[in-house]
């Protein structure tokens, strides 16, 4: 029998030390095998995923496949919360996230969440592809994520199981929200009961009778099923809290200036098809839920809800910073 000899039995070695690295994410990964994973909240169809699997097909085009992208949908590797960890971490390689779950986290989310602050979908687009914008990219890439582009996720308004038409219906009902001090302290000011729950949990709670409603744009309103339990829609329209997408500061670290140009270009077109799908599917949604019997509930004069709003404005927007912010979100044309 021959003996293994020496050198390529070390070789080996390295070898399969190098993959184990590799594996788990400990080394340098070659360019030509790069893979990515990516984390996705809604079904493939939902617009954001829409235009994330735009997104990684532009990527993979302009750069041969070096940049192999995979997005998991549906929440398959885990809730909102946890996926942050992840993207934080490294583990998860780009996202499309809610702005709201970054509240506690990353200051200038607050103003972008803020109650009744847009005019309009216009008027939002035109701040987060602006000044808050900017705000909050540096802000998240100060926790480790790297913003890229910006997603539409239209107004949130309040449904419950119980109709609901001026802020004295509400009194005591618990309705779920976003994990964010925000959140909790906006429904507070409205008089409800907050509950923060994961959004994987609201069906179940809803129809065990844990909590007595949520709030939510039209598409997660329908996707997720929730009108067939809450069968109250009532159009409060209380935030247009945006979305982003974007890419984990490990990973990006190790780019270079044309991959990063790559996937920035690739970005900002997945979000203007993000966006033609969102306002479609907004629509769509609308008329789906209505077809299936929910009680839509106009809210016609939102002052009532407005005036509520204050505490919230002096408690998250009367840092300086934020403060000047939202004063030049409002003089936007
Ligand atoms: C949706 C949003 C999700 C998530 C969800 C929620 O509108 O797209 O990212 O934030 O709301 O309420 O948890």
């Known amino acids: 029998m021959t003996p293994t000899p020496r050198r390529p039995r070390r070789a080996l070695f390295a070898a399969v030390a190098a993959a184990a690295l590799g594996v788990l994410g400990l080394g340098a990964t070659p360019a030509a095998a790069q893979e990515w994973r990516g984390w996705n909240i809604h079904a493939a169809d939902y617009p954001n995923g829409i235009g994330m699997d735009a997104f990684t097909r532009l990527v993979a085009e302009r750069t041969n496949n070096r940049i192999r992208m995979r997005t998991f949908h549906s929440a398959q590797l885990g809730q909102q919360d946890e996926a942050i960890q992840q993207m934080r971490l490294g583990t998860i390689d780009f996202a499309n996230f809610n702005l709201s779950p970054f509240n506690n986290l990353a200051p200038s ?128 329209e209380h935030s247009n809290v945006p979305e982003v997408l974007a890419v984990s500061r490990q990973r990006w670290q190790r780019l270079n200036e044309a991959d990063r140009a790559i996937l920035r270009d690739a970005a900002r077109e997945s979000a203007a098809i993000q966006r033609r799908s969102w306002a479609e599917r907004e629509t769509v949604s609308r008329q789906r839920v209505v077809a299936a019997g929910v009680t839509v509930i106009e809210i016609a004069d939102r002052t009532p809800w407005s005036a509520l709003m204050e505490p919230v404005y002096a408690k998250y927007a009367a840092d300086a910073r934020l403060a000047a912010l939202v004063r030049q979100i409002r003089a936007m044309p």
Not at 164 to 191: E, F, H, N, Y
Not at 202 to 231: C, K, M
């Open 109 to 236: 989310t607050n103003v972008v969440t803020l109650p009744f602050l847009f005019r309009n979908v216009a008027h939002m687009q035109a701040a987060i592809d602006g000044p808050a914008g900017e705000a909050i990219a540096r802000d998240l890439e100060g926790i480790g994520i790297i913003a890229l582009s910006w997603y539409d996720a239209g107004a949130r308004s309040i449904y419950t199981t119980r109709p609901v038409r001026t802020p004295a219906d509400l009194r005591g009902m618990k309705i779920r929200v976003q994990t964010s001090d925000l959140w909790i302290d906006l429904m507070r000011a409205l008089g409800a009961n907050p509950t923060p729950l994961p959004f994987g949990e609201v069906f179940t709670s809803l129809q065990s009778g844990v909590i007595d409603g949520a709030e939510n744009n039209w598409p997660s309103y329908e996707s997720t099923r929730h009108f067939e339990v809450a069968r109250f829609y009532s159009t409060t």
